[in-house]
């Protein structure tokens, strides 16, 4: 067995120092946390017998590891004696417990401590608060190591059992596709596939997985509220969908209603659009003046609403989706709810946007942005995960030509393009990282 020593900057690079030097073969002794950064004892050729042996030699006599035996009074008297031995073991403990506790009388009230006593045990227990702290750190980096070990044990297992399944992760991570989305559409795809199968069927499952609600942009009829983010485009977009009923139903059938009284020039941005399209523009501030102004426009074709950007974390979101459900029931009018989610965002900005607009129960979705997307995986996870219906997309700040109704065959192809100028998927390291555990299925 042989055992060597590593000292690294930190958790990873000593583990990188391990597999170059002794292979994925070697066995982690110890790791613990030093002023120049972790040392970690590794051995190749673990003998696991011999070093029972020496904890075998090393513990203690079975005699010594007897627990005491008590012995009966010499005065009990011998009636108790024998009713103690006619009694069971459990009747004993019993017993004896229920005796203890009616003869013992309680403990009296501890005695506080006086001010010089405190002070002189403070050093003590700072010194147990850092002693604590270091035990915990030296804990979190133990399982750290453990948890880098076993992902890269899973995904050298999976790579050498299921290469295709492990070049279509390799491919959905290259596209950005979360995780938990990815772990999904593995499970979906057949045991054994060929190369072409793996390259084409994950693009094919992935675009049958996304839910699209088949609306035109014709089709946009009744009151529809963007709602969303602060920055996601909605007045643009309301632009656009606008401009679409205009030229499908003309300018007398259409209005705009802004309720968004919070940002500086909103409503003079939407007004100035609606100058554009011949369309008229009408101000509501509560949820009486919003059901007010529903129920005036209720003659109309298309009725679009535009809301303040409120991030989730806001305490006035819960106001706003308070003002448009009132605003539904007191004008009984059926107000359609649309989230727009802007496709530039990081996956994780992009889950709690949706987290936090669930509550208004959003009938479809709206991606903005798509032209300043680097990657579509984020936006395809999000849409996937929480199953919403994708109304249309938008690329461009044109007003009518950059929206185009949503395709999920033309939005996964675009995606698979942006994966050729994204390189390559990453070191096994890292995609280890990244489903390892999950493939382990911890």
């Not at 915990?136 to 295709?164: F, H, I, K, T, V």
């Not at 699209?212 to 969908?241: E, F, H, N, Q």
């Amino acid at each position: 067995m042989k055992i060597k020593r590593f000292l690294a900057s930190d958790m990873r690079q000593a583990m990188r120092d391990v597999r170059a030097e002794q292979g994925a073969d070697a066995v982690i002794l110890s790791t613990r946390r030093l002023e120049e950064g972790i040392e970690i004892i590794a051995a190749v050729d673990y003998d696991e017998a011999l070093m029972r042996e020496a904890a075998r030699i090393n513990a203690p006599t079975p005699e010594a590891a007897k627990p005491p035996v008590k012995e009966v009074a010499k005065d009990a008297p011998k009636e108790r004696v024998k009713e103690i031995v006619k009694e069971t073991p459990k009747e004993v403990v019993k017993t004896v417990a229920k005796e203890t506790r009616a003869a013992t009388p309680p403990p009296p009230p501890p005695l506080p401590l006086p001010s010089n006593e405190i002070a002189a045990l403070q050093p003590m227990l700072e010194q147990n608060a850092l002693e604590t702290a270091r035990m915990r750190n030296e804990l979190g980096g133990l399982r750290q190591l453990l948890e880098q070990q076993l992902s890269s044990l899973a995904w050298n297992d999976m790579e050498r059992r299921s290469p295709m399944r492990a070049r279509v992760l390799r491919d959905m991570s290259r596209l950005g596709i979360d995780t938990d989305v990815s772990r999904q559409l593995i499970d979906e795809l057949p045991e054994d596939i060929n190369v072409d199968q793996a390259r084409y069927l994950p693009l094919g499952l992935l675009s049958r997985s996304l839910k699209v609600s088949g609306r035109g942009l014709a089709d946009v009829c009744g009151v529809t509220a963007l709602v969303g983010p602060t920055g996601v485009g909605k007045t643009t977009t309301i632009a656009k969908l606008a401009a679409c009923a205009v030229m499908h139903h003309g300018p007398a059938k259409v209005a705009l209603v802004s309720t968004d009284h919070y940002r500086i020039g909103a409503a003079a941005q939407l007004e100035h659009y609606g100058r554009l399209l011949g369309v008229r523009v009408y101000p509501a501030y509560d949820a009486a003046g919003l059901a007010q102004t529903l129920h005036l426009l209720r003659d109309h074709h298309t009725v679009l609403v535009d809301t303040a950007g409120v991030s989730g974390n806001d305490a006035r979101l819960q106001q706003q989706m308070d003002v448009l459900r009132d605003a539904a029931a007191q004008g009984a009018t059926q107000l359609r709810a649309c989230l727009v989610l802007a496709a530039n965002a990081q996956s994780t900005a992009l889950d709690e946007s949706v987290r936090a607009y669930l509550p208004l129960q959003p009938s479809a979705c709206i991606a903005t942005k798509l032209d300043e997307a680097p990657s579509l995986g984020g936006l395809l996870s999000v849409l996937i995960r929480h199953r919403i219906p994708l109304d249309c997309t938008t690329d461009g700040q044109r007003v009518p030509e950059d929206i185009s109704a949503a395709d999920a065959r033309v939005l996964v192809c675009r995606a698979a393009q942006q994966q050729r100028r994204l390189g390559p998927a990453g070191e096994d390291l890292d995609m280890a990282d990244r489903f390892g555990l999950a493939v382990a299925g911890l």
